[in-house]
Each structure stands twice: as structure tokens, then as C-alpha cells.
């Protein structure tokens, strides 16, 4: 039994002495590695810590979506996890035509074709646009529900008449959509009833006729009535001013309005 208990004697010394060789290795590496290396660690926690102090706030205002309650065609409320949605909507200057599909119970997206017949408060042009709206909802507050929305598209058009960026004459018109996101807030007023009310700033840039930005700045307001258990009746809409940056800077102003048909 002495002689066991001498044996793991010896085994425990050894494991050990190795323990703090090896400690003292790590401690040399860390000195090696410069005085920075603490900073550097304390400044990647403090982001840590913020970011967690940013994101805790919008998990609990935005609680999930109740299961089996549809969402809104155009306010803030998107559409539940795996719930789908057709919607068509007729206006100026454009026709619309999309599918709305639920990513989770607080974002959605909306591929959709755009068929334009004008272009601001111009009319007579024509043309096409290809895009995909997305919608995050970030907060509930009274009733009122927030949200993020924004299309990325590509636009191409002819026929267009003064375009900003090259006055006079007829050009062509080919430009993207950024996507760049903007604010909408809805609310169910009544029953089957929602108003919403939005702030976009959708940022295109143009290659043609030449290179430009358009910066417009637009406020809307919709309307959302729930007929039956699956379809609504939307309108909507929207107008401000729009500045163009480019080779020739200018501005104008804009305005549109819509009424669509939807079934989720």
C-alpha cells in the first residue's frame, strides 16, 4: 500500500510540474504578444456589451406574432412565418403585382414586377421594374406596430421626358433601387381596420442617360380593410420631393397613389 501511494506521489509531482511549465508558457506568449493584446480584449467586450444593451430592448418590444393572425399587405405588421400573400395594386404612375411570403413572425418579404407608365409627376413614359420588398417589425408600443421597409430594384424606362438629370428632349432610363430602408407605423383602428403612416427615403442610382443619385424624401399614408376572412382592400398615397445628384444637380417634386386587392 506505501508502495502505491509513493507511486501516485510521484505521478500527481510530475503532472504538476508540467501544469506550471505549461502555465508559464501561455503567461510568456500572452507577454509576447504586446500590451495591446488586453486592450484590445477589454474593447471587443465593451462592443459586446453594447451590442446586447441595443438588441435585448427590440426583442422585448417586438413579441412574436400570434399564431394564425394574419399580418397587413402594407403597414407594419408582416405577414406570420410560412403565411403567403397575392396582391395586385393599380395607379399612378405604376401597376404592381407581387407575392408577400412570412420569413419568421417579424420579417417578410415581397418579390413583385412594377409595369410604369410615368415616372414622378410625369406621364407618358413606359416602362419595367423588378425588385423585392423586405419588412422588419421592431417594436409594439399602444397598439402601434414599427417597422423598417425597403424594395431593392432594377428600373429600366423609355420614353421619359425632362429627366432631371438631362433636361430637355426624350431619353431612356435605366437605374437601381438601393433598397435603403424606411419607417412605416400602422395601427388596427377598428376591426379588420388599419391605417398606416410612412417615412421612405428610397435612394436609386441611375447609369442612364449618365450617372445620378435620386434622393427622395416621401410621405405616405395607406388604408387596409379586411373583407372576409382572406381578402383586403388597400390604399394609398405617397408624395414629396426628390433631388438629383449628378452632372446636372436639380430637383423635383413627386407623387403617386394606389388602390390593390389582396389574398392571404
Not at 403565411?83 to 413583385?112: H, K, M
Amino acid at each position: 500500500m506505501r508502495q502505491n501511494f509513493n507511486t501516485f506521489w510521484l505521478i500527481s509531482s510530475r503532472l504538476a510540474g508540467r501544469a506550471r511549465r505549461c502555465s508559464a508558457s501561455v503567461r510568456a506568449v500572452r507577454r509576447a504578444a504586446g500590451p495591446s493584446s488586453a486592450p484590445r480584449r477589454s474593447e471587443f467586450r465593451n462592443w459586446a456589451v453594447i451590442l446586447c444593451i441595443c438588441v435585448a430592448p427590440l426583442l422585448v418590444a417586438a413579441p412574436a406574432q400570434a399564431a394564425g393572425q394574419h399580418g397587413e399587405l402594407q403597414g407594419a405588421q408582416p405577414l406570420d412565418q410560412d403565411e403567403r400573400a397575392l396582391f395586385a395594386a393599380v395607379g399612378v404612375p405604376d401597376i404592381r403585382l407581387g407575392l408577400g411570403y412570412g420569413l419568421t413572425s417579424l420579417v417578410d418579404i415581397a418579390p413583385q414586377i412594377r409595369l410604369a407608365y410615368g415616372q414622378a409627376t410625369r406621364l407618358g413614359s413606359f416602362g419595367a421594374g423588378v425588385g423585392c420588398g423586405y419588412r422588419f417589425r421592431f417594436a409594439t408600443l399602444d397598439g402601434w406596430h414599427f417597422a423598417l421597409v425597403g424594395r431593392p430594384e432594377i428600373t429600366a424606362m423609355g420614353g421619359v421626358t425632362d429627366f432631371p438629370p438631362s433636361p430637355g428632349g426624350t431619353t431612356k432610363v435605366f437605374g437601381l433601387d438601393l433598397g435603403v430602408p424606411g419607417l412605416v407605423a400602422s395601427q388596427e383602428i377598428l376591426p379588420k381596420t388599419w391605417v398606416s403612416f410612412s417615412l421612405r427615403v428610397p435612394v436609386s442610382w441611375y447609369l442612364l442617360p449618365s450617372s445620378a443619385v435620386a434622393v427622395p424624401v416621401l410621405l405616405g399614408f395607406g388604408g387596409e380593410l379586411g373583407i372576409g376572412d382572406h381578402w383586403r382592400f388597400t390604399a394609398k398615397i405617397e408624395g414629396g420631393s426628390v433631388m438629383y445628384y449628378g452632372k446636372n444637380q436639380s430637383s423635383e417634386l413627386s407623387a403617386a397613389a394606389w388602390v390593390g386587392l389582396g389574398w392571404l
